[in-house]
């Protein structure tokens, strides 16, 4: 079992910063690959970027170049840094752990970006 817990969301203006954490506790050396996803209203949900236990990285065409997805094994922690938000950014924002095989979902944290 993994348990994942997602801070950092809020609102923030068009064009400014916020840096998201996903916490993650129990079988966490069982965990292969983590990312975030995101849902907006109406929308389904998708993934925007993702990091394996490799440290290789991938991200959506729409925030390459604005987000950075990282992670500090020695904190467990994984992080998205997101500049230059836009209002298409807006959603809720959900870490992911793939670990063998089988898929963890947080509970997702909001983010807004609007003026």
Same mark, same amino acid.
């Given at each position: 079992?993994?348990?994942?817990? /997602?801070?950092?969301?809020?609102?923030? %203006?068009?064009? *400014?910063?916020?840096?998201?954490?996903?916490?993650?506790?129990?079988?966490?050396?069982?965990?292969?690959?983590?990312?975030?996803?995101?849902?907006?209203?109406?929308?389904?949900? /998708?993934?925007?970027?993702?990091?394996?236990?490799?440290?290789?990285?991938?991200?959506?065409?729409?925030?390459?170049?604005?987000?950075?997805?990282?992670?500090?094994?020695?904190?467990?922690?994984?992080?998205? %840094?997101?500049?230059?938000?836009?209002?298409?950014?807006?959603?809720?924002?959900?870490?992911?752990?793939?670990?063998?095989?089988?898929?963890?979902?947080? %509970? *997702?944290?909001?983010?807004?970006?609007?003026?």
């Amino acid at each position: 079992q993994v348990q994942l817990v /997602e801070s950092g969301g809020g609102l923030v %203006q068009p064009g *400014g910063s916020l840096r998201l954490s996903c916490a993650a506790s129990g079988n966490i050396f069982s965990i292969y690959f983590m990312g975030w996803y995101r849902q907006a209203p109406g929308k389904q949900r /998708e993934l925007v970027c993702g990091i394996s236990s490799s440290g290789s990285t991938d991200y959506a065409s729409s925030v390459k170049g604005r987000f950075t997805i990282s992670r500090d094994n020695a904190k467990n922690t994984m992080y998205l %840094q997101m500049n230059s938000l836009k209002p298409d950014d807006t959603g809720v924002y959900y870490c992911y752990a793939d670990a063998l095989g089988r898929a963890y979902w947080g %509970q *997702g944290t909001q983010v807004t970006v609007s003026s």
